[in-house]
């Protein structure tokens, strides 16, 4: 953000004189002034215990995409109490944030997107004994991109094995609600009115939660629970093997993704639905997508809240 702006006396703006400053802004519908996410300041939280749950925010910042060779090199999470049965969350109980160093240069285009240095991570581990601590007493992680984090952290950390997450990006219907992009600082600008340093893992584990804090656009539903709604669902995955290849957009356009088989999966379209969804899914494959009605090919995976986005999925 900009250096601090004088009021009328010289100094700095105070808080009153901020707030006028901005709501002049927006009452002449030609701008809209973001605010920098500040968790320490956020109204929402009663910040007294309510005996809820623990859930973890959690990003990584990684040297490549692939779980099996790169390496994390950055991880931040944020722990915070909520109540299960409303998606209110309550206070923040504690964060992490450290560096490993991978064993090897970064690569160029890494240290670009997130302005990490091999000076930062020389020599530098993850506290294990803090990080099994924080997940120990959670009941859900939470990640945007949750089958890229979950895959790397359950290959550095097995103690995230044992807990089921939930997935911001594919766990909300954000197409429905009409948003056009599913970037997390996208997301908290269009919904929050938010802006946070993006590609490292403590501001985007944070920049989590304060989407979680919102509410969505066309539903007015708290984010929250939303999420906790479909993460709690046993979904079923559907992969149309075979499928005509003249099919392919409207299997697009139905939502299913195409998987090349290099993470051994089928080689097919596949997509996920809600369990009860299975039986009219099937149907419409077998209608529209399969010569005669012949859908026998199409092989299903039931996936629960523990196994979603593992390696072992």
Known sequence: MGKATK???????????????????????????LRRLDLERESRFTRASRQ?????????????????????????????????ETGEI???????????????????????????????????????????N?????????????????????TRFPVFRDTPWACTVSQIDW???????????????????LTIHAHRALDDAEGVLGLLLGRLPVTD???FKALLDSAQQTTSRLSAVGAPFDKKDLLKDRGYRWSDGTQG????WWRDVPFHEERQELEYLAREIYPRGNADAVQIKRIDALTRFSVRE
Not at 54 to 61: P, S
Not at 64 to 73: F, L, P, R, T, Y
Not at 265 to 268: S, W
């Open 134 to 154: 924080l997940v120990a007493s959670a009941s859900l992680v939470i990640a945007h991109n949750a089958a890229f984090d979950r895959k790397f952290v359950e």
């Open 90 to 132: 309550t206070r923040v109980l504690g964060r992490y944030n450290g560096f490993e160093d991978p064993g090897f240069p970064l690569p160029d285009e890494i240290k670009e997107i997130t302005g990490i240095t091999d000076d930062m991570v020389a020599g530098q581990r993850f506290d294990d004994l803090e990080v099994q």
């Open 52 to 84: 809820g749950k623990v859930a973890i925010c959690l990003d990584t910042e990684t040297t490549g995409i692939n779980h099996c060779q790169d390496k994390v090199i950055e991880l931040g999470m944020v722990a915070f109490e909520y109540l299960p």
């Open 7 to 33: 009021g009328s006396g010289g100094g700095a703006m105070n808080p009153l004189e901020i707030e006028i400053a901005i709501a002049a802004l927006h009452s002449t519908g030609d701008f809209q002034v």
């Open 221 to 223: 539903a708290p984010i």
């Open 175 to 193: 197409k429905s609600e009409r948003i056009s992009s599913r970037t997390l600082d996208y997301l908290l600008f269009k919904i929050c009115g």
């Open 265 to 268: 999966t089928a080689k097919a």
